[in-house]
């Protein structure tokens, strides 16, 4: 399987070039193409307003610092780069790209490149693969590489301060690596540029990607070989990053927002006699998906963690016969929103629709089928808002006999479809990268479900 999960990777590719401009809105069909961040323009109330956008595609890993004492919304681009990083020990090697590395003792030594107080913030870097957001505490030797220095953990706040920032900005597809987790899995994108990837590139809309799977799913005993029951179709995705900051307010952000929205669609069917012999959902994950991206919140680069397990879940009492197909479309909005005062509140919205292809219930029982997805969305490698979105399928039937005074007797069956949706999840304490204050447990999302009938219908014989 891991094999199989390296061969999909898509090679050259650790870290996500995004594509789209600084507040640009994802749409089903593209992106804009990519543009680097613009200088930052001064708010109203005196506050600079930083551009967010991709980071360049085939650039060094950038780099940003804010210097100690430089006074408020001083986070500037720089030419330093983290040479390396031990997770431990929390060691760094800073290096200046601009100059030469010399031996160790060089005589006159250069003024070491960064200061105490200092924070940097670094795009994935050798050690730190998440990127790295962290304050110096200590300056050391210089040795070949650059400027050994101490660290310690710190928050956006220390590195944005009084600026602003808003921006959504689309991930890119050809980007994402994915591991499958059973037989039968295929990937494909199309990116905004035109290139394509995969079976299904071909009738991709322009920034979005596809997974198609044909899963079997369990059977009920006494079920006869032609009511086999299994999953098959595909989910087509086209997520987008939302990140904003505000730090207006003094010390610490006014508000701040991170989260990710998507447009989503799918077709799938569910055919034959499932079960689940626990009398619970089982819940398959058929493909892991990642990304990092890295945006630039003005000089800043802001790393963000992307994950998503895609999975197809079927909760059944092995009674009911369905052979039904169905189109979903629709779109999702899920993330943290902070402002002084509430706090953390949680964001969650989902607007979808499916329609049956076709249908077919025999028997009496229950049976409900999703093909969802449990994403997370973090930064610098920590979750800071979970969430599990699952479009479904729900089917129910009843049969029922009687017998007439003169000895005839006959069936009636009535049976039903429906479709709906769940999204939940919850927002994480690591959320206090922003630089506001931490909360002690988890917040949920509230949970978000909506259903509405397809197709029914009843027989007679």
Not at 62 to 90: C, N
Not at 200 to 209: I, M, R, V
């Amino acid at each position: 399987m891991r094999m199989l999960a390296r061969r999909l990777l898509l090679p050259g590719l650790t870290t996500l070039a995004l594509t789209a401009t600084g507040c640009s809105t994802a749409t089903p069909t593209g992106a804009a193409a990519p543009t680097p961040a613009t200088a930052p323009s001064p708010a109203a109330d005196g506050a600079q307003r930083l551009e967010v956008a991709a980071a360049p595609q085939g650039a060094p890993a950038p780099t940003a610092v804010g210097r100690a004492g430089a006074g408020r919304g001083a986070p500037t681009k720089s030419s330093l780069k983290v040479a390396s990083y031990d997770r431990q020990t929390r060691r760094a090697v800073i290096s200046d790209t601009r100059q030469a590395p010399s031996a160790p003792g060089h005589s006159p030594a250069p003024a070491p490149p960064v200061a105490v107080g200092d924070v940097v913030a670094s795009a994935p870097a050798p050690g730190a693969p998440d990127g790295l957001l962290a304050k110096v505490t200590e300056v050391g030797r210089k040795t070949s590489l650059g400027t050994e220095v101490q660290t310690a953990p710190t928050t956006l706040s220390a590195v944005l301060d009084a600026d602003k920032a808003d921006g959504r900005v689309p991930v890119d597809p050809a980007s994402v690596t994915v591991e499958p987790l059973m037989k039968g899995v295929t990937f494909s994108w199309a990116r905004s540029q035109g290139a394509r990837f995969g079976p299904q590139g071909a009738t991709l809309p322009l920034g979005s990607l596809r997974l198609d799977v044909t899963a079997p799913v369990d059977t009920a005993p006494d079920a006869p070989v032609q009511a086999a029951a299994s999953v098959s179709g595909f989910v087509q995705l086209a997520p987008t990053v939302e990140f904003s900051y505000d730090g207006s307010g003094g010390s610490g952000p006014r508000s701040a927002f991170l989260g990710m929205s998507g447009v989503w669609s799918s077709q799938w069917s569910l055919k034959g006699r499932a079960a689940a012999s626990t009398g619970a959902p089982r819940r398959i994950p058929f493909a892991k998906l990642h990304s990092a991206p890295v945006i630039q919140v003005g000089p800043v680069p802001v790393v963000v963690d992307l994950d998503l397990t895609v999975y197809v879940q079927v909760e059944a009492d092995g009674r009911v016969t369905l052979d039904v197909r169905q189109d979903v479309k629709g779109d999702f909005r899920v993330g943290g929103a902070y402002a002084t005062g509430p706090g953390w509140t949680p964001v969650s919205t989902s607007n979808v629709h499916s329609t049956p292809v076709t249908s077919e219930v025999t028997a009496a029982g229950r049976i409900k089928g999703a093909l969802g997805a449990e994403a997370s969305v973090g930064l610098y490698g920590a979750v800071g808002v979970s969430a599990d979105f699952a479009p479904y399928l729900r089917g129910e039937a009843d049969a029922k006999a009687s017998a007439a005074t003169g000895g005839a007797a006959s069936a009636h069956a009535a049976w039903a479809l429906y479709g709906g949706f769940g999204l939940s999840g919850q927002l994480h304490a690591q959320l206090s990268l922003f630089g506001t204050p931490v909360f002690e447990r988890r917040i949920p999302l509230g949970a978000l479900t909506r259903e509405w009938p397809l197709v029914s219908g009843r027989t007679k014989s």
